[in-house]
């Protein structure tokens, strides 16, 4: 059998079986853009992005991905990362076993490099698929254009703004899409805040701050999705400003996405702030009718499904906030019928709307929220709540913040501990357990709790 065939396919069952222990988030940040070149005896070899990425992966997920091979191939092969450095040329992180490695990128499109492996740029995100209607024209021709003359337009940054689910990722993605395709920026990096946050937190804890700071001021095109993560994070503003003065500089550009206008970013500071409006801030409002009948249309035509007028229509009638619900009612509904062997017809809709519909809250909560309300309950930078202090205050906050993540996110033990500054996951089963202890003895710090409670419920 072909090799690249077969160790792809071992790839990705290893993958299917770490993708139950890890959070989405983890998944797409630190496995997605790991590459298999080869299988070969008892040695898996991996393309990584860089020395820091390897280094990431090796210390925090080896044993997961250990207890994946043992599960699903019977045994545990060594694990073989290289570094891609240059189209060409690569760093083996065990120089004694080279590998043969060609860069995914090398097929003629942008240069292939270092930077574009780790940009995680989802190739079904383009213009193409975006469907234009009057709530997010504007955000979008400004998109095509930033794609057309990256770094050379009045639009830099260019700040995209609304509520979730309306397409800023991915309009975000299909500039980084377009770019890679029409070669008018090579290292294109599409990277979270929440994500940058982490990778900026581990750089200081493992003193590679320089390393990490030039990796960002090397991009031809910065697109940074989330910035609202940024708010009361300090030094990963303080970073970030830096990063993004050096690269506005040599007038590299900067995209950048925000769930409320940059005037209502609270716990920002304000130079990044007068910074962010300097360039063009444009919105998305919800989709009307009209767009919301196009996306479902386009949505069953892309998977191939036949469905009436009718029902899209009645879909699109009753789902109104934003395009993810759009979606996921779609999808929905093609399990029950496929489930049910029954036809997509106005009845079956009729039910599984009642069911979305009525299943409210459908929103989630997130790491973010949970630490922000945390935070300025307790009048707490995210630095010292995640940090080393063992005051009483302190330790109470960051114990109930691990608490409530446990509760409103369906992040591991392990990945929780990741989020509070890189501790273990007993510490995690300590804080919470301390938590229901307290609630139990002490009726003020259950009605604290339940206050947390009640505003992050109330914010779905
Ligand atoms: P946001 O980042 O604003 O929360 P996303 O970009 O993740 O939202 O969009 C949510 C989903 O809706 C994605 O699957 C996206 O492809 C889809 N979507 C949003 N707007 C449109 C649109 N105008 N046309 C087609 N799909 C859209
Ligand atoms: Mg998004």
Request: glycine share 6%; proline share 3%.
């Amino acid at each position: 059998m072909n090799e690249a065939l077969d160790v792809k396919e071992v790839w990705g069952r290893i993958l299917s079986y770490v993708r139950k222990f890890v959070s989405e988030q983890t998944y797409n940040t630190w496995f997605v853009p790991i590459t298999p070149i080869a299988v070969n005896g008892e040695t898996i070899y991996l393309q990584v992005p860089n020395r820091f990425f390897y280094e990431w992966v090796d210390s925090h997920f080896r044993e997961v991905l250990n207890r994946a091979m043992a599960e699903v191939l019977g045994r545990v092969l060594k694990l073989n990362f290289t570094i891609v450095l240059d189209e060409g040329s690569q760093e083996d992180v065990f120089p004694e076993q080279p590998v043969q490695i060609k860069s995914p990128l090398s097929d003629g499109t942008a240069s292939s490099g270092y930077f574009e492996n780790i940009s995680q740029i989802n190739e079904y995100y383009t213009f193409d698929n975006f469907v234009e209607g009057s709530s997010n024209q504007f955000a979008k021709a400004a998109s095509i254009a930033v794609a057309n003359s990256p770094g050379n337009n009045s639009f830099n940054p260019l700040v995209i703004y609304g509520g979730t689910g309306l397409g800023k990722t991915h309009l975000l993605q299909a500039i980084g899409n377009e770019v890679l395709k029409n070669g008018r920026a090579r290292r294109v990096v599409y990277i979270s805040s929440d994500a940058f946050t982490l990778d900026f937190i581990t750089a200081v804890q493992q003193n590679k701050v320089n390393e990490f700071s030039q990796h960002y001021r090397n991009v031809d095109i910065l697109l940074l999705d989330d910035i609202q993560f940024f708010q009361n994070k300090e030094q990963t503003q303080e970073q970030f400003f830096h990063i993004f003065n050096d690269l506005y500089r040599h007038r590299k550009q900067i995209v950048l996405t925000s769930d409320r206008q940059p005037s209502e970013l609270n716990g920002l500071h304000d130079r990044m702030l007068s910074r962010f409006q300097s360039g063009l801030v444009v919105d998305i409002q919800p989709p009307d009718l009209e767009t919301r009948i196009a996306i479902l249309q386009k949505k069953a035509e892309e998977d191939g499904l036949d469905i009436s007028f009718e029902v899209i229509e009645f879909i699109a009638t009753n789902i109104k906030s934003n395009v993810r619900e759009l979606e996921g009612a779609l999808i929905r509904l093609l399990a029950y019928s496929s489930l049910l062997r029954v036809d997509i017809n106005l009845e079956l809709t009729q039910r599984v709307l009642r069911e979305i519909l009525g299943s409210k809250p459908g929103g989630s909560i997130s790491i973010e929220q949970i630490q922000n309300l945390v935070c300025s309950a307790y009048k707490l930078t995210l630095d010292s709540l995640i940090g080393k202090s063992r005051t009483k205050e302190v330790a109470e906050a960051r114990m109930v913040a691990m608490y409530l993540t446990r509760e409103y996110t369906d992040l591991s033990l392990k990945t929780i501990g990741l989020y509070y500054g890189g501790r273990d996951h007993s510490t995690v089963v300590h804080a919470i357990k301390w938590v229901e202890n307290n609630i139990k003895n002490d009726s003020n710090f259950a009605r604290r709790i339940l206050s947390f409670r009640n505003r992050l419920e109330s914010s779905l």
